[in-house]
């Protein structure tokens, strides 16, 4: 029984110490992205304020897009991973969908991870309310 406790433990922190930080800079990221039901969408992130911009003391500002022109925007903190992305509608500029998430390796070597939940705020993307987005960098 001591044994097993011994080699759970042993096996809790190398599973610990395989998993790496977050990555300092996201910006020229390609992801994968399903929201709970829908089809898989690219995600683009490609610009990432650094440090010394106003408001990115802790957290950087970033851009991207949806498809190749439906622009997002939002916040990345490279010190927990935490992402917050707003999905814009093209013409109007209105907020179709909030994303409130973590970027992270699940396991050295694999490739990077998005979790979280998607807020949906426009009938055109599923039922209203909240539900669950993953997203892998391609």
């Not at 969408?41 to 304020?49: C, G, H, K, P, S």
């Not at 694999?110 to 599923?126: C, E, H, S, T």
């Amino acid at each position: 029984m001591k044994l097993t406790r011994i080699a759970a433990l042993v096996a809790a922190t190398v599973a610990a110490a395989a998993q790496a930080a977050p990555p300092v800079n996201i910006a020229n990221t390609t992801w994968t992205l399903k929201v709970h039901g829908g089809a898989d969408e690219v995600l683009f992130i490609d610009t990432q304020a650094g440090p010394g911009a106003p408001g990115n003391t802790f957290c950087r500002a970033i851009r991207g897009n949806l498809s190749g022109f439906v622009p997002v925007r939002g916040w990345y903190c490279p010190d927990d991973g935490r992402i917050h992305l707003l999905h814009e509608n093209v013409g109007s500029s209105l907020v179709m969908r909030t994303f409130l998430g973590t970027v992270h390796d699940e396991l050295a070597a694999q490739p990077l991870r998005m979790r979280g939940a998607v807020a949906i705020d426009n009938a055109n993307f599923g039922d209203l309310g909240e539900t669950h987005f993953q997203a892998v960098r391609q």
